[in-house]
């Protein structure tokens, strides 16, 4: 029985040691293998996997995208699916409008301009600055112009907008379309907002003006405060207002561009500099204020201002060019600097009204020009005669009602002179 029990106890052992290693091998097999690793092949050429070659490949033969034209109009039919940016995503529904720009570049030492249309988008943020980048990081890359700041201080972006110089950092595009009446902007009437570069100036590229020749002329009124005899060691609040004012100027040449007087006469100073020009004049600490306001009573100076007003409206901050220029006139007539042409007009033009209350112009040409100057203005008297527009010139044959009004007037102002400056001493008629 012992051995028959032995027997049965090892067949017993074996038959369980044969089940475990069946069932060991049955899970084994259900357990997937780990799976190595494999680099891909390397090209011989350019070191670069295979798989890299497979993507080139497709990529070239990947449909290109369309073509843009000059217009901006696509060439060929562009895929259905576009992919959108993050602000279109946000705004759908955005408007857009037409930016008809005046580009031009140097060919053969001559400037060749075209207009060329782009259509942006736009809300009632965007600003021509605005529209302007994203021409050209959208659409065409080529579009040239000056920025900086885009805080209306530093003057980059001065450019011809709508038929006047403005800041572009500044101007709303929802501005121009639909006007902004305290902002002097009028509604442009078709949509189109038309973008050229500034006047008066050469120009390099599209929207970019050489700025040489304007800065020459800031140069030539001595940018600085000069050591002097009439220099000055008390400066008030009234002189520094002075000085204030035109400070502001940021040098963008919108005053520049607009001027009609730059348009017949290129070699005049022009608004900006001029009204830097007072600023040291204005500044008690200036040593040579008549010097520098005999230099700028000659020719091209502040008598050949037409005092058109244009620097005024084209100034982004209030700086009136065309404010100061006729003070630097009313103070070189105050130092005595009254040799010119200019000056003997102003004060022929006073004495005429305070004595007649009219114009006596043929004496006064006479009185402006003295008489070899006159007899070159025979060719234009004739044709005015012609014309019937010379005037009499005994004027006690027009009797000029209410002449003693006038009179108390100039003896008002004889009485409280204005300060050319402030104003403040100001008492007369209108007072405030």
């Known amino acids: 029985m012992a051995a028959k029990k032995k027997i049965t106890t090892k067949t017993i052992k074996k038959v369980a040691r044969t089940a475990m290693t069946a069932q060991d091998t049955k899970a084994r097999m259900k357990v997937k293998p780990p799976v190595e690793k494999v680099r891909a092949p390397v090209s ?3 070191g670069r996997p ?96 000056r920025r900086s700041c885009r805080a209306s201080i530093c003057g980059s972006c001065g450019m011809y907008i709508n ?69 000055e060691h008390h400066v008030n609040k009234d002189s520094f207002a002075q000085v ?31 009204a830097k020009a007072y600023r040291f004049v204005a500044d008690p600490r200036e040593g040579d204020k008549t010097k520098r306001l005999q230099e ?19 100034c982004p901050k209030g700086v009136a060019p065309m404010e100061a220029i006729v003070k630097l006139r009313s103070l070189a007539i105050e130092a005595g600097v009254t040799d010119n042409e200019g000056a003997r007009h102003a004060m022929t033009f006073k004495d005429d009204i305070e004595t007649w209350g009219i114009l006596n112009e043929p004496f006064m040409l006479l009185k402006t020009k003295g008489i070899f100057g006159s007899i070159g203005q025979i060719g234009n008297a004739l044709n005015l005669a012609k014309k019937g527009k010379i005037p009499n010139p005994l004027p006690f044959e027009h ?8 009179k108390a007037i100039y003896k008002e102002l004889q009485d409280n002179p204005l300060d050319v400056k402030t104003k403040a001493a100001d008492s007369g008629p209108g007072a405030g």
């Open 50 to 145: 295979a798989q890299g070659r497979v993507a080139s490949a497709a990529k070239k033969t990947a449909p290109k995208p369309a073509k843009l034209t000059a217009k901006g109009k696509a060439t060929q039919k562009a895929p259905k699916k576009v992919k959108t940016s993050k602000a279109a995503a946000r705004n759908p529904a955005r408007k857009f409008v037409t930016l008809r720009i005046l580009r031009g570049t140097i060919v053969g030492g001559k400037l060749v301009q075209k207009t060329q249309d782009f259509k942006v988008p736009y809300d009632q943020r965007t600003v021509v600055l605005g529209a302007l980048e994203w021409i050209k990081g959208e659409v065409d890359g080529t579009l040239t112009f």
């Open 399 to 406: 009797k000029v009602e209410r002449l003693d009004e006038v």
């Open 296 to 314: 700028l009573s000659e020719k091209d100076g502040i008598w050949d201002c037409t005092r058109c007003g244009m620097c005024i409206d084209a």
């Open 44 to 46: 011989k050429k350019i």
């Open 244 to 274: 204030n004012m035109v400070s502001n100027c940021i040098m963008c040449g919108g005053c520049y561009s607009d001027c009609t007087a730059m348009v017949e006469n290129p070699d005049f100073l022009g608004p900006a500099a001029l």
């Open 163 to 231: 038929g006047r110089s403005r800041l572009a950092c500044k101007t709303k595009i929802v501005d121009l379309l639909q006007g902004n009446e305290s902002k002097n902007i009028a509604a442009s009437g078709d949509g189109v907002i038309e973008i050229s570069p500034q006047k008066n100036q050469p120009v390099l590229k599209d929207l970019v003006v050489d700025i040489h020749p304007f800065y020459d002329k800031v140069k030539k009124i001595v940018p600085y405060v000069q050591d002097g005899p009439e220099k």
